[in-house]
């Protein structure tokens, strides 16, 4: 019975979420040093980090959050490959070659985007947070030429990244970026009824208590 009511308590308190995939609407983003869409938020670093060039230095602070730098700029682009969708792109200061930080809405375990590089097998590394701004993981993408879709999938779950050390001259665009949100347990705040649920089932548990023993 005292499981029953523990069980009771738990699903009155928690709420599941599922995984789905998660467009990033940057339809009504303007160009800013922190940009805020329907999806993810966006800026050069992460709190603890420092952006130098194509560069950054410093390791994020917990939990993950975005620090206002540089401007980036928000485009609207057609990207012309197959499977790429128009609309708006970002590109990062220092000849579109700097560092550009994302944080998800929700914890991601992939990510995919469009890109555009002049150079075809110029590279741009990828760093993995997790909510406490530890990383989780680093992946080097090997750019092709023109625009193409990238992904990044099968390394876990992820609370944000970076994009940065691009040593493409002419720099990259950003656009087209969705991601797969975690599935998982998400906590709500307490409402009042469940205070005042929470005494009676105590008092309830003490009751059977005492019957117990006097049997």
Request: net charge negative; glycine share 10%; with cysteine.
């Amino acid at each position: 019975m005292n499981k029953m009511i523990a069980t009771i308590i738990f699903s009155f308190f928690s709420l599941p979420t599922f995984a789905a995939p998660v467009d990033i609407d940057l339809s009504g983003a303007t160009s800013s040093t922190l940009i805020d869409a329907d999806g993810a938020s966006f800026s050069q670093t992460f709190t603890g980090q420092t952006a130098s060039g194509s560069g950054i230095s410093g390791s994020p602070t917990g939990p993950l959050s975005l620090a206002p730098s540089g401007t980036i700029s928000v485009v609207s682009f057609n990207p012309g490959c197959t499977g790429c969708d128009s609309g708006n792109s970002l590109l990062t200061p220092s000849s579109f070659q700097g560092p550009l930080s994302i944080l998800f809405d929700f914890n991601a375990d992939s990510f995919s985007w469009v890109m555009g590089s002049s150079n075809a097998g110029s590279n741009v590394t990828v760093d993995l947070f997790s909510n406490n701004g530890s990383l989780i993981n680093t992946v080097l993408i090997s750019m092709l030429d023109g625009y193409n879709k990238y992904s990044i999938s099968g390394l876990g779950a992820f609370a944000g990244l970076t994009f940065r050390d691009n040593n493409d001259s002419y720099g990259v665009r950003y656009m087209d970026l969705s991601y797969n949100s975690v599935a998982g347990v998400s906590e709500v705040p307490i409402p009042a009824a469940a205070l005042m649920f929470a005494p009676a089932l105590l008092g309830f548990m003490g009751l059977r208590r005492k019957a117990k023993q006097a049997a």
